[in-house]
C-alpha cells in the first residue's frame, strides 16, 4: 500500500471510531432525508447544484449495481445502459400514460419499481448465456444485448421510436433520490456480506473450484444479474423523470462506458469505490464545463493514467470500514476472543 | 455395498480417449492410490468423479446414486469434496472466507433474507462462522484467519485447501497430488496428517500422487493407469514388481 492509501485509510477508521459505527448510519440518513426535502422545499440549493446532486445519486446507483458484476463477480457487462433504458421507458410510460394524472405524485415510486422490476427480468434472460459463457465472450454478450434493447426502443412508434418519449413531470426529486441510493447501496452492501455474496466472488476467484464447494453458481448469477439490472432499472426511472424526455440514442454503448469509467476509476470490489467514483466523475464532468470540447480529451487521459498507475482503481478491492457489517468487521476478534474465554468457562 | 463403483467409464476429447473401459469399486474407509505416468488420466478420473466433465460413456455411482450427469455442487453435496494438483484457493479473499464460502450448501436462507439481512440470516451467518472457527482452530489456521489466502506460504495453502474441503463435511475425499512440491520431511508430516484427517473426519480417501514415498508408506490398495486404462491393481508391495508397471514407467526392456 503506497503512502497515500496508508494515510487515507488511517483517517477513515479514525473517522469510524469517531462516529461510532452503530450511529452513524441512522444519523446520516435522518440528517440527509431532512437536508434533501429541505434543500428541495426552501431551496437551499439552487435548482442547477440540486440536478448535479440528482445525477451524482443516479451515477452511484448505477456504479454500485454495475460493480456487482465487473467488480465482485469478475465479469466485463457492458449493457449496463440497456437495463438503464428498460427502467427509464417503463416508469415514464407509467407516469404519462397509465397513471391518473391527479395520483401521479403520490405513484412515482410505483412506477420507478416497475421499471425496476422490468428491468431485473430482463437481467435474467441475460444471466442465462452467462452459465455457459465467460470473460470476453459475455461481453460480448452483453454488448449485442445494449444494441438490442437501443434498436428495438428505436422502432417501437408507440414511444416515439428514434424521436424519444416526453411529457414526464419532473417527479425526480433530491429526497426521492437519496432515498433510492440509500437503499441500492444498503442491498447491494447486504447482498456482498452474505453466502450469496461470497458465492459471487468465489465466482470471480475461481469458479470450477468454486462449484466444487457446493457453491451453486447459476442461483448466483441469476441473482447477482438480477439484483445488478433492478436498481439499473430504478436509476433509469429516475433518469428519466428528472431530464423529463428520453431518446433510445441516451442509453447506448456510450452510456455504458461512462458507468463503465465510473466503475474502475472508484475501484473494482468496492462499495465505497463505487460512490467516490461516481461523485468523482459527475462532479468533475461538470467543474471541467468551461473547457469545451477539451473536457473530453481530458477525461480519457485521466483515465488512461488511473490504468497506469492505479490499475485497480482507487479503492480497487478494499473496502471503506463504514460499509462492512459490524459482524464481518469484528468476526475474527470476535471469535478468537471466545475462544480465548472457552477454556476458562468450562474450568 | 461399495461407496464408489464406476463401471466402464470412457471418456474422450475430441479425438483423444483421456480414459477408457476403467471400472473401479471403493469400500467405505479405504485408502486408495491411483498412480500413473503424466498424462495417463488420473486427474481426467478425479473430474468425472467430481462432476467438472461428463463421461462419455459408463456410470459412477455414489452411495447407490448415480453421479454422470449431476452438477458439481451437487455431487458435493452428496458427499464428494477434493483438492487440486495446482493449489486453486481464493486467493483474493481470506482463509476465512475460503472456508465459510465451502459452508454454501449448509447455510439455510432465501435470497430475500440475504438482501435485507433479517431472518434466518442472522442466526445462520453466525452458526457458520462459529463452524469455520471450529474447523479453522482444528487446522491451527484460526490465527491467520484474516489473512488473504494467497499470501499463505505453500504448505498452509495446502493444508487450508483440505480444510476448505472438509468444511463441505464429505465422506469421500479426493487428493490431487498432495505432496507434489514437498521435500522427503515434509512428505513425512503430511503422511501424519493424511492419516489423521481420515480417522478425525472419518473419511474415504483417493489419491493421486507420483511419490512413490507416499503411496507406499499409507495407501491400501493401488491402481496403476497408463493411456486411460486400468494395467494393474493391487495391494502396494505387488505393484511395486509389477512388470507392466515398470514397463509404463521406465519403457520396454530392450531385448538381446
Known sequence: MDKFSATYFKLLTRWHTLTGHRFFWPVFIVAGLLFSIAAARLEILDQYVQLILIYVGINIILTVSLNLINGYMGEFSVGHAGFMAIGAYIASILTVSVFPQASVNFLFPVAVLAGGIGAALVGLLVAIPSFKTRGDYLAIVTLAFGMIVKSCLENIDAVGGPRGFLGMDKLTTLPWVFFWTVLSVWIIRNLVYSKFGRGVLSIREDEIAASLMSVNTRQVKIIAFIVSSFFAGIAGGLFAHALQFINPRMFDILKSTDILIMVYLGGIASIAGSIIGAIIYTILLEVLRPLGIWRMVLMPLMLVLLMIYRPRGIMGLREAKMFVPLRDLLLVKILRQKKKEAPNASA | ?256
Request: a negative charge; glycine letters at 8%.
Open chain 2, 1 to 256: 455395498m461399495p461407496l464408489l463403483e464406476a463401471k466402464n467409464i470412457t471418456h474422450r476429447f475430441e479425438g483423444l480417449c483421456a480414459v477408457s473401459d476403467f471400472n473401479f469399486r471403493l469400500m467405505p474407509q479405504e485408502m486408495v492410490g491411483i498412480i500413473g505416468p503424466n498424462g495417463a488420466g488420473k486427474t481426467t478420473l478425479f473430474n468425472l468423479i467430481t462432476g467438472v466433465y461428463r463421461a462419455t460413456e459408463g456410470t459412477i455411482q455414489f452411495a447407490g446414486e448415480e453421479i454422470v450427469g449431476q452438477t458439481p455442487h451437487s455431487i458435493n453435496k452428496m458427499g464428494i469434496a477434493r483438492t487440486f494438483q495446482n493449489i486453486r484457493l481464493f486467493k483474493e479473499l481470506s482463509v476465512l472466507d475460503n472456508v465459510r464460502i465451502a459452508y454454501y450448501g449448509k447455510i439455510i436462507y432465501s435470497p430475500l433474507e440475504a438482501l435485507l439481512h433479517i431472518g434466518r440470516f442472522r442466526t445462520e451467518e453466525k452458526r457458520i462462522a462459529d463452524m469455520a472457527m471450529e474447523l479453522l482452530t482444528i487446522f491451527k489456521l484460526d490465527d491467520l484467519a484474516d489473512v488473504a489466502a494467497g499470501s499463505l506460504p505453500y504448505g498452509l495453502q495446502r493444508k487450508l485447501e483440505i480444510a476448505r474441503a472438509l468444511a463441505t463435511e464429505p465422506k469421500l475425499l479426493l487428493l490431487d497430488e498432495p505432496a507434489a512440491g514437498m521435500n522427503p520431511n515434509e512428505i513425512e508430516i503430511l503422511m501424519e496428517f493424511i492419516h489423521w484427517i481420515k480417522k478425525t473426519f472419518q473419511l474415504t480417501i483417493i489419491l493421486i500422487e507420483h511419490q512413490m514415498r507416499l503411496v507406499m508408506g499409507i495407501c491400501e490398495r493401488l491402481v496403476v493407469l497408463d493411456f486411460g486404462a486400468t494395467i494393474a491393481e493391487g495391494l502396494p508391495a505387488n505393484i511395486q514388481n509389477n512388470p507392466k508397471v515398470m514397463e509404463a514407467y521406465l519403457g520396454e526392456e530392450v531385448k538381446t
